[in-house]
């Protein structure tokens, strides 16, 4: 079955970027919706963002202006760079799959998550 | 945005209890409506879709009703195994947002 799996620098500094990997295997990326969702520590989940695997995104307008996903279908692979960040970025990213081929539904599987902490 | 309001949002219950959780939508979500159980250190789990239909390979006592703005949660008969925080979340409009949890515990 498809497994994700998040991966990149778990310390960031303050103004800086953050940029985080998902690889897919176990399955094409081709032809789904590819989400980063993030959970601040003791915090509930917000959704980022999302990449189509043609390219096409849609971000959340909380984050908008300092957000980027992109993808790279030869990898399997699809990415999140937030700019400038700061103290309140530090949260637990989770990248997620839309579970039905070609639509928004709901988010399955999920990767393992990773801790970004942002410090000096 | 579409606010997602769920309640309580923590309660405790015995082993072998029916529980049930509470999910508003600011405005008509149809039945865009998801579930998901998270465990302490781990992902997000779905349990139920489109508001009522049993994701792959969850328990029969998790269940989940409603449609337009009121939805309801339902652990029919809760296990030691269900300690978790439960959230709802809408697909109507975007940007997806999430109900604030209600963690469950053990009494």
């Known amino acids: 079955q498809v497994q994700l799996q998040e991966s990149g620098p778990g310390l960031v500094k303050p103004s800086e970027t953050l940029s985080l990997t998902c690889t897919v295997s176990g399955g094409s990326i081709s032809n789904y919706y590819w989400n980063w969702i993030r959970q601040s520590p003791g915090k509930g989940l ?18 908008k202006s300092r957000v980027t996903i992109s993808v790279d279908t030869s990898k399997n692979q699809f990415s999140l760079k937030v700019y400038s960040v700061t103290a309140a970025d530090t949260a637990v990213y989770y990248c997620a799959r839309d579970a039905v081929r070609g639509v928004i539904s709901h988010f399955d599987p999920w990767g393992q998550g990773t801790l970004v902490t942002v410090s000096s | 945005d579409i606010q997602m309001t769920q309640s309580p949002s923590s309660l405790s219950a015995s082993v072998g209890d029916r529980v049930t959780i509470t999910c508003q939508a600011s405005q008509d979500i149809s039945n865009y409506l998801n579930w998901y159980q998270q465990k302490p250190g781990k992902a997000p789990k779905l349990l139920i879709y489109d508001a009522s239909n049993l994701g792959t390979g969850v328990p029969s006592r998790f269940s989940g009703s409603g449609s337009g703005t009121d939805f309801t949660f339902t652990i029919s008969s809760l296990q030691p195994e269900d300690i978790a925080t439960y959230y709802c979340q809408q697909y109507e ?15």
């Not at chain 2, 409009?93 to 009494?107: A, C, E, M, Q």
Request: hydrophobic share 25%; no cysteine; net charge positive.
């Open chain 1, 46 to 63: 917000e959704w980022i963002g999302y990449i189509y695997y043609s390219g096409r995104t849609n971000y959340n307008p909380s984050l």
């Open chain 2, 93 to 107: 409009n975007l940007p997806r947002t999430f109900g604030g949890g209600t963690k469950v515990g053990i009494k």
